[in-house]
């Protein structure tokens, strides 16, 4: 017990607490912490701003509607026709719900994921206008709309009612035409029905089941949302203003806030977000900070001078400093934890290995060298699958990653040549980090539509084998773009002979097998959890790889 780390069990390691031996004191404050939180304040602002303009209208396109129920039909018929006010909102500010009594007394309002079937729909609508202590005493043989019903003939004005289903595309169709039946069935309850969805035409593209002559179906505006993403379009805008904002935001840094906002999809919330990160950033590495953390008495004066200039309308020479820009870290706040897959690492190489990386040179030179050789691009490769007989892709419209095979590794070049056939010229074969995935990569390429996972695991050991032998073997290339599939098994024979002869140590060989079967396995897993490959066998699902003897290309 007297080392620092203490082995309990293999692989369990106790570290000891060591006690600091300095006193944290308070934290320094920053000097200019104030200017910091009045920005983002307003970043804030200008989005509750938004919010309340967008809340006063969706309230008013409700007040409306309730009023167009209440008024007497224009046309008398004969025979009147019972029909449903029903009204369909597209993204309802979360601000309107509690507000909606004051609109109507008896409003409630029901989430779509308490209406999984029609006993838990009619249930929670039951339970919204009596309460659970009310809807528990009823009596056997009444349903829980016959309790509404009877509760409503009970009241002294019997006021109309209003139905608010919230996210209501998580509702079946099935369930929501047998509710709107109901409330038919129950005519003498006025009833409104006010839906909120997040988008209108695929909410009405579902409507299989519902008869149209049940409903008197209205339309309501979203207020100031037609254009899709305005909430964070507004804060952008107000962000991009010197005169509104004491720290403004760049063109370029707006317009990637607006792409991040269109892919990932965080709204508001997720803008703020990046927003409050650049001014933390911003705060403590920008030539600004530099300014105000001088220890001399007129640094805080000289930004004060600047603030007053800027206010004042004058682009003077230090505008620049109360500016933030891009920064290549902040897709790490929108998304901290992206998982990336080996087929999207090898789908955008450049990410990973700048085009000034030595290794690139030798890609090229290491295919200079292999055309100056005369190897045949067109060999057979030992990845190609015994049924499809043919290394070039059958399947143009794979795809890797959301992209297509042809968009993402250049399958085949201008002289048709196949992309399995020879290095990519955006891999780095050369590099030691993607030796092993980049000839799982040109597996991939070079797989037909059906694949016996054991030749292609054969063939991936291969692959790695003769990468690592290039020095004895200079004038063949490597085996995840050539060689006869026919010479695999002699290939191997002749390398683990090799091995004897030369004394390498089995130990070591069997961990370099398993740590290729591990990068295999997980090649598949991934490919599978894409959508890319398909297990073929019997009780694939139960004994996952151990009964799984091929897989299918998608």
């Given at each position: 017990?007297?080392?620092?780390?203490?082995?309990?069990n293999?692989?369990v390691f106790v570290?000891?607490?060591?006690?600091d031996?300095?006193?944290?004191g308070p934290?320094?404050?920053?000097?200019l912490?104030?200017?910091y939180?009045?920005?983002?304040?307003?970043?804030?602002t200008?989005?509750k701003?938004?919010?309340a303009d967008?809340?006063?209208?969706q309230?008013?396109e409700i007040a409306?509607?309730?009023e167009?129920?209440?008024?007497?039909?224009?046309?008398?018929r004969?025979?009147?026709?019972?029909?449903l006010?029903?009204?369909i909102?597209?993204?309802?500010?979360?601000?309107i719900?509690?507000?909606l009594?004051?609109?109507?007394?008896?409003a409630v309002?029901?989430?779509?994921?308490d209406?999984?079937?029609?006993a838990?729909?009619?249930r929670?609508v039951a339970?919204?206008?009596?309460?659970?202590?009310?809807?528990?005493?009823?009596?056997?043989?009444r349903?829980?709309?016959?309790?509404?019903e009877r509760?409503?003939?009970?009241l002294?004005?019997?006021?109309?009612l209003?139905?608010?289903?919230?996210?209501?595309?998580l509702?079946?169709?099935a369930?929501?035409?047998?509710?709107?039946?109901i409330?038919?069935?129950?005519?003498?309850?006025?009833?409104r029905?006010l839906v909120?969805?997040p988008s209108?035409?695929?909410?009405?593209?579902?409507?299989?089941?519902?008869?149209?002559?049940e409903?008197?179906l209205?339309?309501?505006?979203?207020g100031?949302?037609?254009?899709?993403?305005?909430g964070v379009?507004?804060?952008l805008?107000?962000a991009?203003?010197?005169q509104?904002?004491?720290?403004?935001?760049t063109?370029e840094l707006?317009e990637?806030?607006?792409?991040e906002?269109?892919l990932?999809?965080?709204?508001a919330?997720?803008?703020?977000k990046s927003?409050k990160w650049?001014?933390?950033h911003?705060?403590?590495?920008s030539?600004l900070?530099?300014?105000?953390?001088d220890?001399s008495?007129d640094s805080?004066?000289?930004v004060?001078a600047l603030?007053?200039?800027i206010?004042?309308?004058?682009?003077?020479?230090g505008t620049?400093?109360?500016?933030?820009?891009t920064?290549?870290d902040?897709?790490s706040?929108?998304?901290?934890?992206?998982?990336?897959s080996?087929l999207?690492?090898?789908?955008?190489p450049?990410?990973?290995?700048?085009?000034?990386?030595?290794?690139?040179?030798d890609?090229h030179?290491h295919e200079?060298?292999?055309?100056a050789?005369?190897?045949?691009?067109?060999r057979?490769?030992?990845?190609?699958?015994?049924?499809?007989?043919?290394?070039?892709p059958k399947?143009?419209?794979?795809?890797v990653g959301g992209?297509r095979?042809?968009?993402?590794?250049?399958?085949?070049?201008?002289n048709?040549?196949?992309?399995?056939?020879?290095?990519s010229?955006?891999?780095?074969?050369g590099?030691?980090a993607f030796?092993a995935v980049?000839a799982?990569?040109?597996l991939?390429?070079?797989?037909g539509?059906?694949v016996n996972?054991?030749d292609?695991?054969?063939?991936f050991r291969?692959?790695?084998?003769d990468?690592?032998?290039d020095d004895?073997d200079?004038?063949?290339?490597s085996?995840?773009y050539?060689?006869?599939?026919?010479?695999t098994?002699?290939r191997?024979?002749r390398?683990?002979?090799?091995?004897?002869?030369?004394?390498r140590?089995?130990?070591e060989?069997?961990?370099?097998q398993a740590?290729?079967?591990?990068t295999?396995i997980r090649?598949?897993e991934?490919?599978?959890?894409?959508?890319l490959?398909?297990?073929?066998?019997?009780?694939?699902?139960?004994?996952?790889d151990?009964?799984?003897k091929?897989?299918?290309?998608?």
């Amino acid at each position: 017990m007297d080392d620092d780390f203490h082995s309990l069990n293999k692989g369990v390691f106790v570290i000891p607490f060591q006690p600091d031996d300095t006193v944290a004191g308070p934290s320094k404050p920053r000097p200019l912490g104030k200017v910091y939180d009045h920005a983002y304040h307003r970043y804030e602002t200008a989005y509750k701003k938004y919010e309340a303009d967008r809340s006063v209208e969706q309230l008013d396109e409700i007040a409306e509607w309730l009023e167009r129920c209440d008024s007497p039909p224009m046309l008398n018929r004969a025979f009147p026709i019972q029909r449903l006010p029903l009204a369909i909102i597209q993204s309802l500010s979360p601000s309107i719900v509690p507000r909606l009594t004051s609109l109507v007394p008896n409003a409630v309002t029901v989430n779509g994921r308490d209406m999984s079937d029609l006993a838990s729909a009619t249930r929670a609508v039951a339970v919204g206008f009596l309460g659970e202590a009310a809807l528990a005493s009823r009596k056997a043989g009444r349903t829980p709309i016959d309790e509404v019903e009877r509760w409503w003939r009970g009241l002294h004005d019997q006021p109309p009612l209003l139905l608010h289903i919230q996210q209501a595309q998580l509702v079946s169709t099935a369930v929501l035409s047998k509710i709107m039946y109901i409330f038919n069935l129950h005519a003498d309850i006025p009833i409104r029905l006010l839906v909120s969805v997040p988008s209108i035409n695929i909410f009405m593209s579902t409507w299989t089941m519902v008869e149209p002559s049940e409903v008197d179906l209205s339309i309501l505006s979203s207020g100031r949302t037609r254009k899709r993403s305005a909430g964070v379009h507004a804060i952008l805008k107000a962000a991009s203003d010197y005169q509104e904002v004491p720290i403004a935001i760049t063109d370029e840094l707006a317009e990637e806030l607006g792409g991040e906002e269109e892919l990932l999809g965080g709204g508001a919330a997720g803008t703020l977000k990046s927003l409050k990160w650049l001014l933390l950033h911003h705060s403590y590495t920008s030539p600004l900070a530099s300014i105000a953390d001088d220890e001399s008495s007129d640094s805080l004066r000289k930004v004060q001078a600047l603030v007053d200039e800027i206010k004042e309308g004058h682009n003077g020479s230090g505008t620049h400093l109360f500016t933030m820009d891009t920064n290549a870290d902040l897709i790490s706040v929108q998304n901290p934890t992206p998982r990336l897959s080996i087929l999207q690492a090898l789908s955008k190489p450049s990410t990973f290995l700048p085009t000034t990386s030595p290794a690139i040179g030798d890609l090229h030179g290491h295919e200079n060298g292999a055309e100056a050789d005369g190897a045949d691009p067109n060999r057979t490769s030992p990845l190609t699958s015994r049924k499809s007989g043919s290394a070039t892709p059958k399947d143009d419209d794979a795809v890797v990653g959301g992209q297509r095979r042809s968009d993402v590794a250049e399958m085949a070049d201008c002289n048709g040549e196949p992309a399995a056939s020879r290095p990519s010229n955006d891999l780095s074969s050369g590099s030691e980090a993607f030796k092993a995935v980049e000839a799982l990569y040109a597996l991939w390429q070079s797989g037909g539509k059906s694949v016996n996972l054991w030749d292609w695991l054969e063939g991936f050991r291969a692959a790695v084998d003769d990468e690592d032998d290039d020095d004895e073997d200079d004038g063949d290339v490597s085996g995840a773009y050539g060689a006869d599939e026919d010479t695999t098994p002699q290939r191997g024979k002749r390398k683990r002979r090799a091995d004897e002869e030369n004394g390498r140590d089995p130990e070591e060989e069997a961990e370099k097998q398993a740590r290729q079967h591990a990068t295999f396995i997980r090649f598949v897993e991934e490919s599978r959890m894409l959508g890319l490959v398909r297990a073929r066998g019997s009780r694939t699902s139960k004994r996952a790889d151990e009964v799984v003897k091929g897989v299918l290309m998608i």
